[in-house]
Every structure is written in structure tokens, then in C-alpha cells.
């Protein structure tokens, strides 16, 4: 499976936006980008994926690089409701499990 | 449209017996998956379904099973309970495993506690 790198935390002041960084350099063609965040004491959410265009959607928007080496998960005004840990995962065209890894811990300050 | 539903929510059960879960998909789905949560090994996937056949597994013991039934609802079953299974078991469905719309959305899960 191809791997993703994300940092183990970051920290961000509400109401500002926020981006969350992803590297996956053995990124396949038909590999899905995939962000879904868990809030505390809930089951995983999904954000938003994306195969080579940016995507928006109502909850944030995904910036991919040309290379698709890399992927930009931004929240565009954080709120404390934002403070959870964020997934990045590539998802095979052909399904397969979603590999979680550690993901980034956000932490969001009033 | 309602959401992924997993019964029960909690659960307890003593070491060496077994324990059924049941997952209700979001309508119109007909990929369900299954994972382990634990503080030491995070989110780890079990199995997944589609079409009343797994598709895929996950590197656990034969004692870790499921199926799924023509209404795309599934169980998982684990049998000879160990106090390490003690875990948050979460279900997800998808509209199919394959093609763009693979997104995944997840019940809030159950809670076994086995002592």
C-alpha cells in the first residue's frame, strides 16, 4: 500500500484557516486522496478525497499538487468543533481497506 | 437519510465467550467494512464486504469473523473472547468499494469491554 506522511500535531487559533499538510510520493495513478477526521469519543468522518483536481466541498477544500506527491487538507475558519485528528489516505480505485496510520492532531485555540 | 447504525453500543462480556455485533449500512450502500480501534494500535481494518462476499481481510486470528446479508447489513462475530479484543468496533459503508465513489462513513461504533 502506498503511505502516507503527515506531521504528528499542529495547532491552529479559531476562526483562522488552517492547512494540513500530507506527503504520499509512491502515490499510483489511480490512488484516491482521501481525509476523514475523528472527533473525540466518535467514530471517523469523512472530509473530502480528490484524484487530481483541487475539490471543495461545504466542510473544506483539497489542494493537490501537479505531482500529486503531496495534498493540502484547508479548513478555511477553524472552529474549536475543528479540534479533532485528521487522515490522510490514498484509497485504490478498486477499493480496499483504508489504512489510517497516526494522522495529524489538531488542536484548535479560542 | 439515516446513518450508519451499529448495535450495541456497549458491551460486556467475560473471557472465552463470544460476541455478535450487527451493522446497519446507510440505504443504497452495499460496502461494508469493519475496523478495530485501540489506543495502542489506532484504527486497524478487519474485513470488508460487498455483495454478501468479503472482498478483503485484515491480519487477524480465524477468532475475528463476519458476513453480510442480502440487505447489505453485516455482523461481526468474534469468538474465545481475550481481554486484549476489548476495543472500540467500528463499522463503515460505501456505496460500492470501487470506481469514485468509494467515500466511507462510520457508525459511532461499539464498545466491547471484556473482562
Known amino acids: 500500500d502506498a503511505k502516507t506522511t503527515q506531521p504528528n500535531s499542529m495547532e491552529s487559533n479559531e476562526e483562522e484557516p488552517v492547512h494540513l499538510p500530507c506527503n504520499h510520493s509512491?502515490?499510483?495513478?489511480?490512488?484516491?486522496i482521501h481525509w476523514y477526521r475523528q472527533l473525540p469519543s466518535q467514530g471517523p468522518e469523512y472530509v473530502i478525497h480528490?484524484?487530481?483536481s483541487n475539490v471543495n466541498n461545504r466542510m473544506a477544500s483539497l489542494a493537490i499538487a501537479e505531482d500529486r506527491k503531496s495534498s493540502t487538507l484547508i479548513l478555511h475558519r477553524a472552529t474549536l468543533r475543528d479540534a479533532a485528528v485528521y487522515y490522510c489516505?490514498?484509497?485504490?480505485?478498486?477499493?480496499?481497506?483504508?489504512?489510517f496510520g497516526k494522522g495529524t492532531s489538531l488542536l484548535v485555540t479560542p | 437519510k439515516a446513518g450508519v447504525t451499529q448495535t450495541p453500543r456497549y458491551l460486556i462480556k467475560t473471557r472465552g465467550q463470544q460476541v455478535t455485533l450487527s451493522c446497519s449500512p446507510i440505504?443504497?450502500?452495499?460496502?461494508v467494512s469493519w475496523y478495530q480501534q485501540t489506543p495502542g494500535q489506532g484504527l486497524q481494518f478487519l474485513f470488508e464486504?460487498?455483495?454478501?462476499?468479503?472482498?478483503n481481510k485484515g491480519n487477524f486470528p480465524g477468532r475475528f469473523s463476519g458476513r453480510q446479508f442480502s440487505n447489505s447489513r453485516s455482523e461481526m462475530n468474534v469468538s474465545t473472547l481475550e481481554l486484549g479484543d476489548s476495543a472500540l468496533y467500528l463499522c463503515?459503508?460505501?456505496?460500492?468499494?470501487?470506481?469514485?465513489?468509494?467515500?466511507?462513513?462510520f457508525g459511532q461504533g461499539t464498545r466491547l469491554t471484556v473482562v
Open positions: 440505504s443504497g450502500h452495499r460496502s
Open positions: 509512491t502515490i499510483s495513478g489511480t490512488d484516491y
Open positions: 480528490g484524484l487530481t
Open positions: 464486504y460487498f455483495s454478501e462476499t468479503q472482498r
Open positions: 463503515a459503508s460505501s456505496l460500492a468499494p470501487y470506481g469514485e465513489r468509494t467515500e466511507a462513513f
Open positions: 489516505i490514498l484509497r485504490a480505485n478498486s477499493g480496499y481497506a483504508l489504512n
